[in-house]
């Protein structure tokens, strides 16, 4: 890659990054339980799909440093933040595998979601067990790592319908999707 296209890539990294920043402050839906719906990751996906997995790693990592700092995030310890928001919104890059690859917005998202829902689990089940209600979703709750699996499940799956909502509406116009979901790495 050229030095032109790392500055390019570097600046659109930060450009999506202050676009997430501002974009999570706008929630859809706060769940009474912890975490909410917003766009936020939407510019993160973008870059992702753009510049694949190794420019949006850092991309993912700052983003998630700033969603904790900036974003009024809650944690329990220094683990609990490194979890719930370092580590979760770092394996977004995952969806960077999607970069240049047929129908790559759809599946990257997907796994990148994957990603974080996997380490929010692990938070959950380590970290945040102490807090687990007797009945969730109307299913007694005795086990942990269920709950987590559960709690963490139902707010990823909504944040990644939301995105692919929105993902999906800029593949279906051309300008959008020439412009904002095409691969800037040269092949």
Known sequence: MTQKNKIRALTEGAIMIAAATVLGYFRIFRFPFGGSIDLALVPILVYCLRWGPKYSLLCCFVNGVLQYFLGGGIAISWQSMLLDYVVAYMLV???GF??????????GTVLGSFGRWVSLTLSGG????????????????????IYSML??????LAVMAVDLVVLGIMQSVPALRKIVLSSQIEK
């Open 93 to 95: 890059f995952l969806c």
């Open 98 to 107: 999607g970069c240049g690859k047929r129908l790559g917005w759809l599946w």
């Open 126 to 145: 380590l970290l945040w067990y102490m807090y687990m209600p007797e009945v969730f979703l109307g299913i007694p709750m005795k086990n942990p790592w």
């Open 151 to 156: 709690l963490n499940g139902v707010l990823v």
